[in-house]
């Protein structure tokens, strides 16, 4: 209790800075489903034929809530990187935060709680415009606000913890051309994996990408079971919760010691 | 319980860097104490370790009675930290830096309000409360730090540099808000490089140097202790050979720039030294400060 309090604080902080500068954020929130729905779902996928192996649904409505789970990643991306290191380098909050009675690994519950929550409302937005566009199949795709949300802070935990040991931001442009961009054009979102060659399809199971793009897509369309569901949950949150136990190992060593 | 900390035999280390090498500090409820030394004296680590944001290594420390390794967060509620580098949020405003921080220690909201309108006015900086931090000057955001540690009332501040990097006004302005605290009852400790801060500010003060306490008493008594009363400095063309003048001080310190010459009264030994042929080209009496002191203690300057 007394943990979820202090941590909360910094969520505070974070949501008063959001108050101020949200205008920023929102436009991006906003513009990007409507720019990829439109030129991939509308624009693209009027030239795409629909086949049994997308289930027959038409390409705009296939990609929807896959597009959910990969703008999630995206967003996790960026506020995992270089928001975290300025917090410890450049503004420092963390830094002041830990002259008080909140500890590193409150520090560092109240930020993932923030990227969370972050990561809902524009899942939340994107899942909104897909309904208005005409993108949603069916009442399944609101679960894909929830299964976007898990399968950032899954890729989002590993990466603030891995931010929180970085001295440069060099690295981040790596991790964003080669990590994010690999795993949002090849985890199954625009094109089923079954179309990758066999030997890379055990590094596309890796990526929570992949995971969050079952779980929304059979969601969506009610073509999985509870079984595999279960599965993806269990890794998804296990990235999740390894993330943030080896975030809080950092976090500990570069604001305690 | 008169003692806010206590240390004996304190060490700190990183990796194999020994930054603090056993040091023995008290420091008493009501006074301003103050840890001097040059950049890499170990003054900083000290202070980490008071204020429990760092472990220490080796030895005791008590802070408000309390062990900082188990007791951290009991201890940061009590307790103010104004770090070297200010650590504002600078895309918020003053005001809701002040309050945000208060939010920190677990305050009301209701409360929160309060105690900034009350630290905008200590912090002489009301008229720009709903102004963003990021263009405030270096001296306003200071004292932006400093009210912001006084928040939840500490019993114990602590002042990691306060003044560096300031302009000699703004340095003032924050100086008098200090001894303001201070008459308030509050127990400052100070890290500086300056001598003069530290002789303004403090009651009593550790000299530090690789780790080590060199010395420890108030600034007088240690003026007293390890210098003389009045300090002649004479300068000759740069490059020229420095005369040997060793007998008309009670001790001679060679700097690259200039002599200092200790001795009880310095227009006197002017005199001296005149009479002998020796023709400076500068001449300055002054009276003894810590700078000398540190000179005697280490062999070298404080501010490099």
């Keep these: 209790m007394q943990t979820l309090r202090a941590s909360w604080f910094g969520f505070e902080k974070a949501w008063t800075w959001y108050r101020r500068n949200w205008r920023a954020t929102a436009v991006s929130s906003f513009l990007t489903p409507v720019l990829f729905l439109v030129a991939l779902g509308l624009g693209f996928g009027s030239q ?32 995992s990187t270089y928001p975290i290191m300025s917090q410890f380098m450049w503004q420092k909050s963390f830094v002041a935060m830990a002259a008080t009675p909140i500890t590193p690994a409150q520090v560092l519950y109240g930020q993932t709680m923030w990227i969370g929550s972050q990561l809902f409302a524009r899942s939340a937005v994107f899942v909104a415009i897909a309904v208005v566009l005409g993108a949603a199949a069916g009442p399944g795709i ?100 390894a993330g943030i136990a080896l975030g809080v190992k950092f976090f500990h060593r570069r604001l305690a010691v | ?61 008590k802070v408000l009675g ?31 830096n002040l309050q945000i921080y208060g939010r920190y220690f677990g305050m009301s909201r209701q409360k929160c309000r309060e105690k900034a309108e009350e630290l905008l006015e200590f912090a002489q900086l009301a008229e720009r ?25 500490p019993e114990l501040l602590l002042l990691d540099e306060p003044t560096t990097g300031l302009d000699p006004q703004a340095r003032h302005l924050l100086w008098d808000r200090l001894f303001r605290l201070k008459q308030d009852g509050v127990t400052l400790i100070i890290t500086t490089h300056y001598m003069d801060e530290a002789e303004q500010l403090c009651d009593r003060l550790v000299v530090m140097d690789g780790g080590r306490i060199a010395a420890e008493g108030s600034p007088s008594e240690l003026i007293n202790r390890y210098s003389t009363r009045e300090v002649l ?39 001296r030294v005149h009479e002998h042929g020796v023709q400076p080209v500068q001449s300055l009496v002054r009276r003894s400060s810590l700078e000398d002191v540190f000179l005697r203690l280490t062999g070298r300057t404080l501010v490099d």
């Design chain 2, 66 to 96: 309390m062990d900082p390794g188990t007791e951290g967060p009991k201890i940061r509620a009590r307790i103010g930290v104004v770090p070297q580098l200010d650590n504002l949020d600078t895309e918020l405003t003053v005001r809701q």
């Design chain 1, 48 to 79: 795409v034929q629909s086949t049994a192996l997308i289930g027959g649904v038409s390409y705009l409505e296939y990609l929807a809530p896959a597009l959910v789970v990969v703008t999630a990643i995206q967003g996790a991306t960026f506020d």
């Design chain 2, 1 to 61: 319980m008169d003692n806010l900390v206590e240390a004996k035999a304190l060490t700190k280390h990183f990796g194999s860097f020994e930054a603090v090498r056993g040091i023995d500090v008290e420091v008493r409820r009501g006074e301003a104490f103050g840890f001097l030394g040059p950049n890499g004296a170990g003054k900083s680590s000290t202070m980490r370790m008071i204020s429990c944001v760092s472990g220490r290594t080796g030895g005791e420390l």
């Design chain 1, 142 to 241: 609101l679960l894909s606000i929830v299964f976007g949300t898990l399968a950032g802070l899954a890729f989002s935990a590993p990466l603030v913890a891995y931010s929180a040991t970085l001295d440069k931001p060099d690295s981040f442009t790596t991790i964003f051309r080669f990590v994010l961009m690999p795993m949002t054009l090849f985890t199954g979102a625009f094109f089923p994996v079954s179309q990758l060659p066999d030997w890379l399809l055990p590094v596309v199971w890796l990526t929570p990408a992949w995971h969050g793009i079952e779980l929304a897509r059979g969601a969506t369309f009610g073509t999985i079971d509870l079984l595999p569901a279960l599965g993806h949950l269990v890794y998804l949150v296990a990235l999740t919760a």
């Design chain 2, 129 to 153: 409360a709903d102004h963003e931090v990021e263009p405030l000057s270096g001296g306003m955001k200071r004292r932006l730090t400093i009210a912001r540690s006084l928040v939840n009332d």
């Design chain 2, 233 to 271: 400095e004479l300068r000759f063309q740069p490059g020229a050979q420095k005369p040997d003048l060793e007998r008309f001080a009670d001790r001679v310190e060679v700097l690259p720039d200039r002599l200092l010459l200790y001795t009880q009264d310095g227009e006197a030994t002017l005199q």
